[in-house]
């Protein structure tokens, strides 16, 4: 009877892996290796080998490393700031990170495109001031912008959990046994929020290397990011295979960084999730 | 291959949601795929209250994006206007059933000249209805451009670099090297591609952003000085900033027609023949040309334009010398589509 209820229960979540994440990966994987007329062939994966190809995965990895970089360096000392204030104010706080997540990020997007066009937001109130205007948009620094401004939330969160969680006595125990601030924070608070910087890594890094939105809207389709390379041989060519072949190489990517993710999540600990 | 397995995946998948199938069959409707800001909304629920047939709208943006959709057989379709290139890929590919005329007495509406001139993408004149044409050509800012705008080669001028705005859509961006180079634009030589890509890998440092439908607002913003663009969106654009101003190049361009089609795997052909009676009324026609302000090859509808200065506009109705050096794009087959996505890839990461 129990078992019975487990399986009745977890029925609609196993429904939902089957039909929108299995099903959806076994399809691209067999589409990645098979040509037109169904035969195994590796001409798909091989075909990002061209040049402008490489050129494009090259550029997105580096982009998406920047922009978590970036983003791990503001976020941690805010989610350190945001911890020391009184429990009260945190809520307010922290729901003012999430409310710009309320809004579809294609809004936020064209928001920034608004910002920072040559007669937008920015640069008028930097004319109407005689400083020197801002020139960015439709170059990689517009994108970077975007995936850092985009994906902040993902980056703050996990941490500020993972920050939330320590256990003031373990900290007061430091101090007690005579570590300064210094050690405090490296010995003891670090290590304890490892595994948030890892979720938060892993949540800006892997959509920032596939995304062909930001670039679009912020690289005036003059940048080309692997996402895009990936989108136009779906929606514009129509070569399901090609598209579907480099999907995996890019999985491939994914795979990579997300060992090495737990690679350095030597705690072992619980991820935390948001 | 692809299309089965798809379908027989969507098949194991769908049977759970029998009740939302159900609904959509009790009601008349009809399907209908156009391109973005292409129809005035008012003459939808117009149609909507005369007949009570409800109208499924949905966008597309460039052929390129409505092609795979319908060809894959994921959405299904009443009513599609695509232009003529891709009007004969899908007759190439057997994916269009004739239309009944005999149901839309509005046809006879229609121009001659564009019936004629659709003989190139639908020989037999069985399978599209016209609906709006133009051409391709260079929007510029007078305030800000201080040579003369007649040729293609304007835009390779470094004086304007950053104030050049280009078309994102494959065969547009070709087009305009082939024509400066003197090329057939529906070529499918490779040398000749690689020649019009390598003048457009030149030009990509001048080139502010490849866009589409955002060229209209950008250079009524005023963000760039020349961008290329459709004629009819061009009527619109000086409606709303007085400085700008449109040219047919010199070397020529491409003329283009946009028809109404019906698919083969169409489900509600009848209410598909009356929305396209509807469209092709005389006072229909005329207020989509209002909304949309592309050239409408509705002869009745032009009669109807009560401002001398629009019906007689040689940027909706340009002249035949204007169109002496023009092609319309025909349909190059697979290879060659292969091909000019090949170089568009190259040109797009140069």
Redesign the interface.
């Known amino acids: 009877m129990k078992k019975q209820k487990h399986v009745l229960l977890s029925g609609p979540y196993l429904f939902w892996t089957a039909a929108f994440i299995i099903i959806p990966l076994l399809m691209i994987v067999y589409y990645g290796l098979t040509d037109t007329s169904g035969a195994f062939t590796l001409s798909n994966i091989a075909q990002m080998g061209t040049p402008e190809r490489l050129k494009a995965l090259w550029l997105s990895l580096l982009l998406s490393l920047i922009a978590t970089g970036i983003c791990l360096v503001m976020a941690y000392p805010l989610a350190l700031i945001l911890t020391g204030t009184k429990v009260n104010a945190t809520g307010f706080i922290v729901t003012i990170f999430i409310i710009p997540m309320w809004m579809n990020s294609l809004l936020r997007i064209l928001a920034w495109q608004t910002l920072l066009e040559r007669n937008g937001v920015i640069n008028v109130a930097l004319r109407f001031l005689h400083l020197p205007e801002l020139r960015i948009i439709n170059t990689p620094y517009a994108i970077a912008l975007g995936m850092i401004y985009d994906f902040l939330p993902f980056m703050l969160l996990p941490i500020y959990n993972a920050l939330e969680k320590i256990d003031q006595n373990v900290i007061n125990a430091a101090y007690d046994l005579g570590a300064n601030r210094f050690q405090t924070f490296w010995k003891v608070i670090f290590p304890l929020t490892v595994p948030g910087m890892i979720s938060g890594i892993t949540m800006v890094f892997v959509p920032a290397l596939t995304t062909f939105v930001i670039s679009d809207f912020l690289g005036g389709s003059k940048v080309l990011l692997i996402g895009n390379v990936i989108e136009r041989q779906f929606t514009q060519v129509g070569d399901w295979n090609v598209g579907s072949g480099m999907s995996l190489v890019l999985m491939v990517f994914i795979l990579i960084s997300m060992a090495v993710m737990q690679h350095y999540d030597k705690s072992g600990g619980e991820q935390v999730v948001l | ?2 299309k089965m ?2 379908l027989a ?1 969507l098949a ?2 769908l049977p ?1 949601f029998p009740a939302s199938v159900a609904q959509a069959k009790d009601k008349e409707e009809v399907v209908v795929y156009n391109w973005g800001e292409y129809m005035d909304p008012d003459v939808i629920a117009d149609f909507e209250k005369e007949t009570g047939i409800k109208v499924v709208y949905e966008e597309f943006e ?1 052929n ?2 409505m ?2 959709k319908v ?1 894959a057989g994921a959405a299904q379709y009443d009513l599609i206007c695509p232009s003529d290139y891709m009007i004969s890929k899908m007759l190439a590919n057997d994916m269009l059933q004739p239309i009944n005329f005999d149901h839309i007495p509005n046809y006879a509406n229609i121009d001659e000249k564009y019936i004629e001139q659709s003989k190139g993408f639908d020989p037999e004149n069985k399978y599209s209805i016209p609906y709006c044409w133009g051409t391709v050509g260079i929007l510029y800012n007078t305030t800000m451009v201080d040579d003369p705008v007649d040729s293609w080669e304007i835009l390779w001028n470094e004086k304007y670099a950053d104030d050049i705005l280009m078309q ?1 859509s ?1 065969r547009d961006a070709f087009m305009i090297p082939e024509k400066m180079l003197g090329y057939d634009i529906n070529t499918v030589n490779e040398d000749e591609i690689a020649a019009a890509a390598q003048l457009l890998m030149d030009q ?1 440092p001048l ?5 589409i439908d955002q060229v209209r607002d950008k250079m009524i ?3 760039a000085a020349l961008g290329v663009i459709y004629s009819g969106e061009a009527i619109y654009t000086q409606r709303e900033n007085e400085n700008l101003e449109y040219v047919i190049p010199k070397e020529g361009t491409n003329v283009w027609i946009d028809s109404w089609v019906i698919p083969k795997n169409a489900k509600n052909v009848e209410n598909a023949e009356k929305f396209l009676d509807f469209l092709c009324r005389g006072d229909i026609a005329l207020r989509n040309f209002d909304y949309i302000t592309y050239s409408t090859p509705n002869k009745a509808a032009r009669e109807l334009i009560e401002d001398e200065e629009i019906r007689e506009s040689t940027i909706a109705f340009p002249t035949e010398e204007m169109l002496a050096n023009s092609q319309v794009f025909v349909y190059i087959g697979e290879e060659g ?2 091909l000019y ?1 090949e170089y568009w ?2 040109v ?3």
Not at chain 2, 207 to 211: I, K, N, R, T
């Open positions: 291959m692809k397995l798809a995946l194991a998948v759970v460039t390129e994006i092609y795979p060809a994102d494959v990509k080139v502010q952003a490849y866009v913003g005023e963000e589509d292969a996505n890839d190259k797009k990461s140069y």
